[in-house]
């Protein structure tokens, strides 16, 4: 009796530029089926909880809630969600930092093409990938808990981090408040209370802080 034929995995796409969605499908379709694609965090976690992929393919930089935080939420409801970030950034911290959020793989752009399918094979088996070119440094910086990793940004709680996001975006209080569904007078108090707790004076230096730690794209 002939074996059966593996099913196709399930992936969710998340990236805000279409191009590369489009490119991402051409990659991965002839292996995978494409069960959805969004531009945005809160996207990645209403499409993740209703459409149910196998695995998630993010990206970290993406507006309104980075593919991290996205990931972060997403793992309190679905905690068997498979996630693979795809990303142009090959610095060890954002790997690190994605990995600890629960991701199975960290794969760059510029090796997509050779790399992702295999990313996504191992996570349909709970395995970890990272990409050959950064492999050995991320596993490194994984055994030297706390130091670096461990920054400030860390002790932020999860809505401020969202809020943080989302003022370093250029969005207004008001808007905050209602992509949140809280008071602007809510917004007000986050905001204020991140900048006392990192020693921040103004929406600029917040801004400068959000970049550094990976929290928005440049």
């Known amino acids: 009796?002939?074996?059966?034929?593996?099913?196709?995995?399930?992936?969710?796409?998340?990236?805000?530029?279409?191009?590369?969605?489009?490119?991402?499908?051409?990659?991965?379709?002839?292996?995978?089926?494409?069960?959805?694609?969004?531009?945005?965090?809160?996207?990645?976690?209403?499409?993740?909880?209703r459409l149910k992929p196998d695995v998630v393919v993010a990206d970290i930089s993406m507006p309104l809630l980075n593919g991290i935080e996205a990931v972060q939420q997403l793992k309190k409801s679905a905690q068997n969600v498979r996630v693979v970030f795809l990303t142009m950034h090959s610095d060890v911290s954002y790997a690190a930092k994605a990995l600890e959020a629960g991701g199975l793989?960290?794969?760059?752009?510029?090796?997509?093409?050779?790399?992702?399918?295999?990313?996504?094979?191992?996570?349909?088996?709970?395995?970890?990938?990272?990409?050959?070119?950064?492999?050995?440094?991320?596993?490194?910086?994984?055994?030297?808990?706390?130091?670096?990793?461990?920054?400030?940004?860390?002790?932020?709680?999860?809505?401020?981090?969202?809020?943080?996001?989302?003022?370093?975006?250029g969005k207004t209080l008001k808007e905050i408040a209602g992509i949140l569904h809280v008071s602007p007078r809510t917004v007000e108090f986050h905001k204020y209370r991140i900048m006392e707790q990192l020693g921040l004076r103004s929406t600029g230096e917040l801004t400068q802080y959000a970049i550094r730690h990976g929290i928005v794209g440049t």
Do not use: W
């Not at 590369?20 to 995978?32: D, K, M, S, Y």
């Not at 992702?116 to 088996?125: H, K, P, S, W």
């Open 1 to 49: 009796m002939q074996g059966t034929t593996p099913r196709r995995p399930r992936v969710l796409l998340a990236d805000d530029h279409a191009v590369v969605l489009e490119g991402l499908r051409r990659v991965l379709e002839p292996e995978c089926e494409i069960a959805g694609t969004v531009t945005d965090g809160r996207a990645l976690v209403e499409a993740a909880l």
């Open 105 to 169: 793989g960290f794969v760059l752009k510029s090796s997509a093409a050779d790399e992702l399918l295999t990313a996504i094979r191992e996570a349909m088996f709970g395995r970890k990938y990272v990409s050959a070119a950064l492999s050995s440094q991320v596993m490194e910086a994984l055994s030297k808990r706390g130091s670096r990793l461990a920054e400030n940004a860390e002790a932020l709680t999860g809505r401020q981090r969202e809020v943080l996001q989302l003022v370093a975006e």
